[in-house]
């Protein structure tokens, strides 16, 4: 690898003195300039005149140049990649996420990424959409999936996909023969509620706030996997994203519906970073194979 002889070239032409570039890299200039020789020999033109007042540049030298200034840059680059990948060998992500996202996608997301990073350890815990940020931004966790709306400057969403609330029931129910479904379509049906506050649709769609407010619920439970089991058992429908069943429906135990709701049908579920403070270097690697992973959601 030539990075030594690039760096001692760059830097001399930068000066237009081997002595000036040697001090300002802290090398002897005979070793500098023994390697300014090899490069010339190796490419078998000169790359410098050498005059009285110091180097100048060829045209060989001129054309060297520019290839050697977007090399060292790729190349610093790659290093400090290699470095963060170093030092991500150990230590602690904290990863808080609305829960649908713990069933299936984060979990197996983050058995991928310990085939890489074993020694890596994690705490993921689902949280209410609404708290994420907050739990993000003082550092509580290191990462965050909530839905995407106004975050303050310290925070930034690094990726986002597509997750429009829509409608869980047995894959035999008879709103399966729909495309989309409105609230009076579902209102005869018994409703399956999780507990906790209303999803961000609420927020977007008055009309859906009014009806989900309205509905008595056959079962309340904050287990989306007990509610899983229950939708299975044709005891009711339910509202979550689809991003929670993928596996079920892939499989036809579930099917899923949008509401016909254009507000609804734009929410968006993102991966929530920190604006304003460095992540620790195995934050920052699981947040760019998770930009990775959230990739094959848009084709999911």
């Known amino acids: 690898m030539h990075a030594a002889a ?14 000036r570039a040697a001090a300002a890299l802290n090398v002897s200039a005979s070793a500098l300039n023994r390697q300014i020789l090899i490069l010339e020999e190796e490419l078998g033109t000169a790359l410098f005149d050498r005059l009285p007042g110091g180097m100048r540049l060829t045209a060989a030298g001129d054309l060297l140049l520019q290839h050697v200034v977007g090399t060292l840059v790729e190349f610093d680059r790659v290093r400090s990649r290699i470095d ?5 060998r150990t230590g602690h992500v904290g990863i808080a996420a609305v829960d649908s996202l713990l069933v299936d996608f984060l979990p197996r997301a983050l058995d991928r990424f310990r085939a890489d990073f074993p020694a890596v350890t994690y705490a993921l815990d689902a949280a209410n959409p609404a708290e994420v940020p907050r739990l993000v931004a003082d ?4 990462l965050g999936f909530t839905f995407v709306g106004p975050t303050p400057p310290s925070l930034r969403f690094e990726h986002e996909v597509p997750a429009p609330i829509g409608v869980v029931m047995p894959a035999d129910h008879p709103l399966r023969q729909k495309r989309e479904v409105s609230f009076d379509d579902v209102a005869p049906y018994p409703f ?10 609420a927020d977007v769609d008055a009309g859906f706030a009014r009806f989900r407010s309205g509905l008595r619920p056959r079962l ?8 899983k089991t229950a939708i299975r058992l044709n005891m009711g429908i339910a509202f979550f994203t689809r991003l929670g069943f993928l596996e079920e429906i892939e499989r036809g135990e579930v099917a899923w519906r949008p509401f016909d709701s254009p507000a609804i049908n734009a929410l968006r ?11 620790t270097a195995p934050a920052r690697q699981l947040a760019a194979r998770l930009v990775e992973e959230m990739g094959r959601l848009d084709t999911a």
Do not use: C, H, K, M
């Open 6 to 19: 690039l760096t001692y070239f760059r830097e001399t032409a930068r000066r237009g003195s081997v002595r």
């Open 84 to 88: 963060d990948l170093r030092a991500a």
């Open 139 to 142: 550092g509580t966790y290191d």
């Open 192 to 201: 399956l509620a999780q507990a906790g506050p209303l999803p961000r649709s």
């Open 220 to 227: 309340v439970s904050n287990s989306i996997q007990a509610l």
């Open 269 to 279: 579920i993102g991966l929530l970073v920190p604006a304003s403070r460095a992540p």
